[in-house]
């Protein structure tokens, strides 16, 4: 059984700058994916950004702001967020697929507003 732990999430105002982690319990070079999804109040759970074979796949949404990167020997993936605003007021989860199997964290909340 593979833990996702979520951390970083808060209150911040339009144009400001947040750092998700993700630490994961076991080495995340096993997860042939890693990524980060968002869920809005009243909204469906949608993809934020994943890394998979190589190849990283943003939402449109989030083109030019927001970036993923992994720390193999801390076994954690960040996910930095630049010009935030309001409407990515969501919980925020951590992905990873390991062996046929799709891990999820808690979810850590992000809340964009003056």
């Known amino acids: 059984q593979v833990h996702l732990v979520e951390s970083g999430g808060g209150l911040v105002q339009p144009g400001g700058s947040l750092r998700l982690s993700c630490a994961a319990s076991?080495?995340?070079?096993?997860?042939?994916?890693l990524g980060w999804y968002r869920q809005a109040p009243g909204k469906q759970r949608e993809l934020v950004v994943i890394?998979?074979?190589?190849?990283?796949v943003l939402a449109d949404s989030v083109k030019g702001r927001f970036t993923i990167s992994t720390d193999n020997s801390e076994n954690t993936v960040y996910l930095q967020m630049n010009s935030l605003r309001p409407e990515d007021t969501a919980v925020y989860y951590c992905?990873?697929?390991?062996?046929?199997?799709?891990?999820w964290g808690q979810g850590t909340q992000v809340t964009v507003s003056s």
């Open positions: 992905n990873g697929q390991s062996r046929g199997y799709d891990y």
């Open positions: 890394r998979t074979l190589g190849r990283t």
């Open positions: 076991s080495s995340i070079s096993s997860f042939n994916r």
